[in-house]
């Protein structure tokens, strides 16, 4: 079956299928229609009173148009046709010439409702009903009209029309219901197997398109649609009771514009199956061109766009902002020369351009503002802040990328650095670890000597001497060990509250014997309530223990040393006062550093670690530790929060 609707015949058949299907389907719609419209008459009455009934209706025109011309014209100059009037039984009127065939004679009774112009008492016009129709009123006249049709006359044609009609419809009255679904099922059936055929045949798959397919799709639409229209036409007839000869034209003309819509949807559906059913089309050729144009000029507005913003770019930010004030400036100007006559108008512009200008100003400052919180960030040491440069533009985007690059820099030297120091302390402290192993052997077996009896003396000072350079030596690398572990932040450090003049007390107690060797006399001051610190007490010693070290090595004989302790502003401040032998010719800063020593003859025991020691433990336990020097005066200060 679908190899024979491939073929010319079987599409042919399906074609005129398609057309009959359509066409018997659009007569039993309105024959439906049109015996729905006269239901109770086809149902309720018999096929000759519907016609006697369709001959009155059509026969009532010429009464009531020979009833106006005798009211309006004149008895002489009445409907000039077969027709008499009577009025109460008396004929008053009956046309000239001779009596038509009476074979086709009709009668109305006829009520007329006379009216006076109400600003113009002489003039009267007539309304003319049936008389079953009119109202009893004092105005009203009644006749009989007597109509008598010639068999040429076009009522005459009317009717026979009418009563062929009636019979067909008569007939059918029951089946059209039937017909319609019928109609439509065989319809749709053809009118799809007609798609599916369309551009095939039997023996491949290949689409051919017809002869129709290098017309542009929507000129055929254009075609259809006229015929279309006329189409319409039919189902208008139908019911307006046209001429019969222009309702056969109409219906050829409907039927060619079925053919007509088929052929144009068999094109359709070939286009669909080539896919060009929208690229054959003119207006989308016309909109293809009008679209490569719009691209043409889009290109070079881009590009003069382009160009401007580049040479707008390259110019530096002050002369960008003279160039926008300038034409500010200009663009009021032109507004006050147009607008001189028209205060209102000049106000409304000006309104305008404030609503412009002052958002475009705001939204500079906001850019400003965003540039202003990257530098700050950067300069509180957030290395990790990043300036959003979405929304910049000219130097303010180059701007906030130098910031963000400096970020990255930052970023990178300090992470360098501390991987530089991370790699210093392991450094230390593994080559520590090795050195005090031979070394520990080393001050054993210096031990071991210095405590064997020899005669010869020499030997034993020797052996003294190796003893004390040696645990001279461990001293050193174990300093140099825990300021390494300080620096870093890798020392444990465990806070607890302490009473600071108890480290005051400790210390003048443990060191009352050094500083009587050193000729130092210690004075201190403390106050009679307990200042309480959170503090680690073994590294809290350690730090006293090198600041008395310290000045033990570094006063001045026969000099006082001065302790104290005292609150100030929520803080414990710990002083350590004292007269140095040596002149000091170091900043507070040198004294400081590591291996830096007050006696810069080196004359003194000590490797210069101490002062730095102390100061990155106070910083462990949240403490500071600040020295200044005022001549060969001496001061150390701690201060801690005070809890």
Not at 313 to 329: D, E, Q, R, S, Y
Request: charge should be negative; proline fraction near 2%.
């Amino acid at each position: 079956m679908k190899r024979f609707f491939r073929t010319i015949i079987g599409k042919a058949l399906l074609f005129i299928v398609c057309i009959a299907a359509a066409v018997t389907l659009i007569a039993g719609t309105c024959a439906a229609v049109y015996i729905l419209g006269n239901g109770m008459s086809f149902y309720q009455n018999t096929e000759q009173e519907i016609k006697d009934s369709t001959e009155q209706r059509i026969a009532s025109g010429p009464a009531n148009d020979c009833m106006y011309s005798y009211l309006y014209e004149g008895r002489g100059s009445a409907y000039d046709a077969g027709c008499r009037i009577y009025q109460n039984g008396a004929e008053i009127y009956r046309s000239q010439g001779e009596e038509p065939d009476s074979k086709n004679h009709y009668y109305f009774d006829l009520a007329v409702e006379k009216h006076k112009e109400e600003f113009d008492p002489g003039s009267i016009w007539y309304n003319i009903y049936t008389a079953s129709e009119a109202a009893a009123d004092q105005d009203t006249e009644y006749y009989t009209v007597r109509i008598v049709l010639n068999e040429s006359s076009s009522e005459v044609m009317y009717i026979r029309a009418s009563e062929y009609l009636i019979d067909l419809l008569w007939q059918i009255r029951y089946a059209v219901y039937g017909i319609i679904p019928a109609a439509l099922i065989i319809m749709i059936f053809s009118f799809i197997q007609l798609m599916k055929a369309a551009g095939h045949r039997p023996d491949t798959e290949e689409i051919y398109p017809g002869p129709l397919y290098k017309v542009p799709f929507d000129l055929l639409v254009v075609v259809s649609l006229i015929f279309g229209i006329s189409a319409l036409a039919v189902i208008m007839n139908i019911s307006s009771g046209i001429d019969l000869y222009e309702f056969t034209g109409a219906g050829a003309v409907g039927i060619l514009g079925l053919i007509v819509g088929t052929g144009l949807c068999m094109s359709a559906a070939v286009r669909i199956k080539l896919h060009t059913f929208i690229q054959n089309n003119i207006c989308w050729m016309i909109l293809m061109i009008l679209w490569k144009w719009c691209l043409k000029i889009w290109e070079l507005l881009k590009k003069l766009f382009r160009f401007n913003m580049e040479l707008l770019g390259n110019l530096p930010l002050m002369w960008k902002t003279c160039l926008f004030l300038a034409a500010v400036c200009f663009l009021e100007a032109v507004v006050i020369v147009v607008t001189r006559r028209s205060v209102e108008f000049e106000i409304l512009l000006f309104l305008m351009e404030k609503m412009l200008l002052v958002p475009g100003v705001l939204y500079f400052v906001l850019c400003l503002q965003r540039l202003k919180r990257g530098g700050t960030a950067l300069a509180e040491g957030d290395l990790s802040y990043q300036t959003d440069t979405k929304g910049l533009f000219w130097e303010l985007k180059e701007h906030a990328d130098d910031l963000n690059r400096i970020a990255g820099g930052m970023a990178i030297a300090v992470e360098d650095r501390i991987k530089s120091e991370r790699m210093k302390t392991e450094l230390i402290t593994n080559v520590s670890h090795d050195i005090k192993t031979p070394l520990t052997s080393i001050i054993n077996y210096a031990s071991l000597i210095s405590e064997e009896e020899c005669e010869n003396e020499k030997i034993t000072e020797y052996s003294e001497v190796l003893v004390r350079q040696s645990e001279k030596l461990k001293r050193l690398i174990e300093d140099l060990v825990e300021a390494s572990k300080a620096s870093t932040g890798n020392l444990d450090v465990i806070l607890t509250p302490c009473d600071a003049s108890v480290f005051l007390a400790q210390a003048s107690g443990e060191y009352e014997e050094k500083l009587n060797q050193a000729e130092l006399t210690l004075v201190t001051k403390q106050p009679d309530k307990k200042i309480m610190i959170m503090a680690d007490g073994r590294r809290m010693w350690r730090i006293f223990d090198n600041l008395m070290n310290n000045i033990c090595k570094y006063a001045q004989p026969g000099t006082r040393v001065y302790l104290s302790l005292e609150e100030t502003d929520g803080q414990a401040a710990i002083s350590f006062k004292n007269t140095s032998r040596e002149e000091l010719d170091m900043s507070e800063e040198e004294l400081m550093e590591r291996f830096t020593r007050g006696d810069s003859s080196r004359n003194t025991d000590g490797n210069g670690l101490g002062l730095s020691i102390a100061r990155s433990m106070a910083e462990l336990q949240n403490g500071t530790l600040n020295i200044s020097t005022d001549g060969d005066l001496f001061k150390a200060v701690l201060r801690f929060p005070v809890i």
